[in-house]
């Protein structure tokens, strides 16, 4: 649906010194799918998106839409829709006739606009709401009409920038399953910016984890959380281990990664035999699982996080474990 080849961008400041936003970015991303664009503060992401939704020209590369190349398109030529941060209503507007706004830019026809009015207000379950106000909604509700007003018009693409960080936890947990459901109900190709990595794995069929205006690393949620390609994509996405080779008597130059659910913390007086052996510098109670730290011998630090609790108090000796198959080598 989204083919991104070689694609830089950059910016020129006012001292003329170049912010290198994109750095030869090639993407696919396929029909029907929900994609992340994933990574810190100033990685790029929105850059991408804008560049897809046509609100900036690449300096080089090409993006292709549905076969098409988009260069000579302008942003509401393009089969592209954008849900914004900050929603973008018209407060002087209602409801209705927020959603109905791109479908009469489009010079639709009455009776298709009512209907989709109605139905696109159905499908985020705000039927009942119709003539009221952006003001006379909670921050939820808002969200749902942006989402109800970009989806109207039928688009190809809906592009969402982080569209949810105005919500709080509970609400944004709501949104996100809510969102999952409309990606599948209608086949439009979603593609989500987020710097929530928990977000981004419980939404995607894939994710790009991006750094500094380049793309590290592509693949499904589970993918990525296996087989991290290197020690950025690791840390950033979930809890990880990152245990120098050294700590544990092999290569120096390696860095060993080991998720958290997969290290078995025994006490050490049990005999038990293990991968290194230190002490509990602190236990975290998280309600179905406990979080301990462990300080090794060597001095680094691991965490392991298990269901319900062993018998540990902090200070006790113990032995750590972990099945050689959950280990990943990372070069750098
Ligand atoms: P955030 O999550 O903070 O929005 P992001 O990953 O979306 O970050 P971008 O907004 O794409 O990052 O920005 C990428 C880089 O390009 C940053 O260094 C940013 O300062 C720079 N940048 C973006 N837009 C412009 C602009 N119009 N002029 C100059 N620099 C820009």
């Given at each position: 649906m989204i083919d991104i080849q070689s694609v ?20 696919e ?22 560049l897809i939704?046509g609100?900036?020209a690449p300096?080089s590369g090409a993006i292709r839409i549905a076969g098409s190349d988009v260069a000579a398109l302008p942003?509401?030529k393009r089969p592209v ?252």
């Open positions: 830089s961008k950059s910016f020129l400041t006012r001292d003329a010194d170049p912010v290198h936003a994109l750095n030869d970015v090639c993407l991303i396929y029909d029907n799918e929900f994609f992340t664009l994933l990574g810190p503060s100033g990685c790029g992401k929105t850059t991408l998106l804008r939704a609100f900036e300096n942003p509401q829709n954008t849900v914004f941060q900050s929603y973008a209503l018209f407060p002087h507007m209602s409801v209705a006739e927020n959603i109905a706004f791109g479908l009469e830019m489009q010079n639709a026809p009455k009776s298709l606009i009512d209907e989709r009015v109605r139905e696109t207000l159905e499908m985020v379950r705000l039927e009942g709401f119709a003539t009221r106000r952006p003001a006379q909604l909670s921050g939820g509700q808002q969200q749902r009409v942006a989402v109800a007003r970009a989806l109207a018009p039928k688009p190809s693409v809906l592009l969402l920038d982080e569209p949810l960080s105005a919500l709080d936890l509970k609400l944004r947990k709501g949104m996100q399953s809510e969102l999952k459901r409309l990606q599948r109900e209608t086949g439009i190709t979603f593609v989500l910016v987020t710097h929530d990595q928990e977000e981004a794995l419980a939404m995607s069929d894939r994710i790009a984890v991006m750094r500094g205006g380049d793309v590290l690393q592509v693949g499904t949620p589970r993918d990525i959380y296996d087989n991290p390609q290197d020690r950025f994509v690791a840390d950033f996405i979930g809890e990880s281990n990152l245990l120098p080779g050294a700590a544990l008597g092999r290569d120096p130059a390696k860095t060993i990664v080991v998720r958290p659910e997969h290290i078995v913390v025994s006490p050490a007086s049990d005999g038990a035999r293990g991968h290194a052996r230190g002490a509990v510098s602190a236990i975290t109670f998280l309600g179905s699982d406990t979080l301990y730290e462990v300080v090794l011998e060597e001095g680094a630090r691991l965490h392991s996080r298990s269901r319900g609790g062993a018998a540990l108090a902090t200070g006790d000796r113990v032995v750590v474990h972990w099945a050689r198959d959950v280990e990943r080598e990372l070069a750098n």
